[in-house]
């Protein structure tokens, strides 16, 4: 009988054996939790970076299994996407699951209308709408090729609630979701389009922020506390494993936080 490893995850399975998978964003907290867990599953993980290539070429080399690295995927860069994508054909010959987990934002409370910067409306959509749109651009000849691609976008249940970060974000995880629906339909049956909404995450952000939002924020959800990156990990490893007769809607790991 396979072991248990901390987290819920179980050992000793290779459900994507052969599989070629690209996270872009990889190197951060949920990104790695991501490649962490499509590694343990058998896939050859490419750690999608634009920018910190050292951090993202040492979780490569850490990464159980063979074959993982670190590649360029400046994802508001469609030039950079083509040289990416042509070095994943030469390299890996295929690519079985993009998953979409770069994004940024900026705390900016939803009343300061003159907090939210031009400058930073640009940057949130720019990043969070038009890259994971570029990068399934990109990368689609290679998802086609073998008629069972999938593409996983790290959404928000900020893009349902209309409460995160700041008003553009909110926005750019609701394109994003809308994205994921206009996709699953337009890429079928090749290629399934989905979208993983996490809540708060006990990550790198979270962090960040003052105790007291967090508490706040735990209190508000049903759960009674804010996701790992691990179950966020999990519901992506879920899409690529189980959810192979879905497509083009939104998967929450939220704690039920839309609830209240």
Same mark, same amino acid.
């Given at each position: 009988?396979?072991?248990?490893?901390?987290?819920?995850?179980?050992?000793?399975?290779?459900?994507?054996?052969?599989?070629?998978?690209?996270?872009?964003?990889?190197?951060?907290?949920?990104?790695? &939790?991501?490649?962490?867990? $499509?590694? !343990?599953? +058998?896939?050859?993980? =490419? #750690?999608?970076?634009?920018?910190? *290539?050292? @951090?993202?070429?040492?979780?490569?080399?850490?990464?159980?299994?063979?074959?993982?690295?670190?590649?360029?995927?400046?994802?508001?860069?469609?030039?950079?996407?083509?040289?990416?994508?042509?070095?994943?054909?030469?390299?890996?010959?295929?690519?079985?699951?993009?998953?979409?987990?770069?994004?940024?934002?900026?705390?900016?409370?939803?009343?300061?209308?003159?907090?939210?910067?031009?400058?930073?409306?640009?940057?949130?959509?720019?990043?969070?709408?038009?890259?994971?749109?570029?990068?399934?651009? &990109?990368?689609?000849?290679? $998802?086609? !090729?073998? +008629?069972?691609?999938? =593409? #996983?976008?790290?959404?928000?249940? *900020?893009? @349902?609630?209309?409460?995160?970060?700041?008003?553009?974000?909110?926005?750019?995880?609701?394109?994003?979701?809308?994205?994921?629906?206009?996709?699953?339909?337009?890429?079928?049956?090749?290629?399934?389009?989905?979208?993983?909404?996490?809540?708060?995450?006990?990550?790198?952000?979270?962090?960040?922020?003052?105790?007291?939002?967090?508490?706040?924020?735990?209190?508000?959800?049903?759960?009674?506390?804010?996701?790992?990156?691990?179950?966020?990990?999990?519901?992506?490893?879920?899409?690529?494993?189980?959810?192979?007769?879905?497509?083009?809607?939104?998967?929450?790991?939220?704690?039920?936080?839309?609830?209240?």
């Amino acid at each position: 009988m396979a072991g248990h490893r901390a987290g819920g995850g179980v050992t000793g399975r290779a459900e994507m054996a052969g599989q070629v998978s690209l996270v872009t964003g990889g190197a951060g907290g949920i990104g790695e &939790a991501i490649c962490l867990e $499509l590694a !343990q599953a +058998g896939s050859r993980v =490419v #750690v999608g970076y634009g920018q910190g *290539a050292e @951090r993202a070429e040492a979780l490569a080399a850490r990464l159980p299994g063979e074959g993982h690295r670190a590649l360029l995927t400046r994802v508001d860069d469609s030039r950079t996407l083509a040289l990416a994508a042509e070095s994943l054909r030469q390299t890996e010959g295929r690519l079985d699951v993009l998953v979409n987990n770069a994004g940024v934002t900026t705390p900016v409370p939803h009343d300061d209308l003159d907090g939210l910067s031009d400058e930073w409306i640009d940057t949130i959509l720019r990043v969070n709408v038009r890259g994971p749109f570029a990068c399934v651009r &990109a990368f689609a000849p290679l $998802l086609r !090729q073998h +008629g069972r691609g999938l =593409v #996983v976008n790290v959404s928000s249940v *900020a893009g @349902r609630t209309g409460t995160g970060s700041n008003v553009a974000y909110c926005a750019s995880k609701a394109a994003l979701d809308s994205q994921t629906r206009s996709l699953g339909r337009a890429l079928a049956p090749d290629i399934r389009v989905l979208s993983v909404s996490p809540g708060w995450v006990d990550g790198e952000y979270a962090q960040r922020m003052p105790p007291e939002l967090l508490q706040v924020q735990t209190e508000r959800t049903p759960l009674g506390r804010l996701a790992q990156p691990e179950e966020v990990a999990r519901a992506v490893l879920a899409c690529a494993t189980l959810l192979s007769f879905t497509t083009g809607c939104v998967i929450p790991v939220d704690g039920g936080r839309p609830l209240t």
